[in-house]
């Protein structure tokens, strides 16, 4: 499956953004999916998943009620949205794709990754 993450951009603390990743080549629906981002000199973090269906959703402590992850399969899309959005949440996100049914919030265990977009939050 291939993946294409966009929605990044610049914008101020406290601003919304949505971020979108559409999927191809695939069934979207047999997959877990995540979002996971990297800021300059840091490594790659995992920030939300969600399972097959939509029904079940993990965050990271640190976007919890901030972000919220959500898919819509019968669009192979899914969907990241960054609401109070601070500078430390600057970096590029990642969307990925996990075959098994059991989701997981380490990146090793997805199977499919997109091109990242990138997101700008300035003070």
């Known amino acids: 499956v291939q993946l294409q993450a966009s929605g990044g951009g610049l914008v101020q603390a406290g601003d919304p953004l949505r971020l979108s990743c559409v999927a191809s080549?695939?069934?979207?629906?047999?997959?877990?999916m995540g979002w996971f981002r990297q800021a300059p000199g840091k490594e790659r973090e995992f920030v939300a998943a969600?399972?097959?269906?939509?029904?079940?959703?993990y965050y990271a402590d640190s976007v919890k009620g901030r972000l919220t992850i959500s898919r819509d399969n019968a669009k192979s899309t899914m969907y990241l949205q960054m609401n109070s959005l601070k500078p430390e949440d600057t970096a590029v996100y990642y969307c990925a794709a996990d075959r098994a049914y059991v989701v997981s919030t380490e990146a090793s265990e997805y199977d499919y990754w997109g091109q990242g977009t990138q997101v700008t939050v300035s003070s």
């Open positions: 969600i399972n097959w269906s939509g029904g079940s959703t």
């Open positions: 080549g695939g069934t979207f629906s047999r997959y877990d």
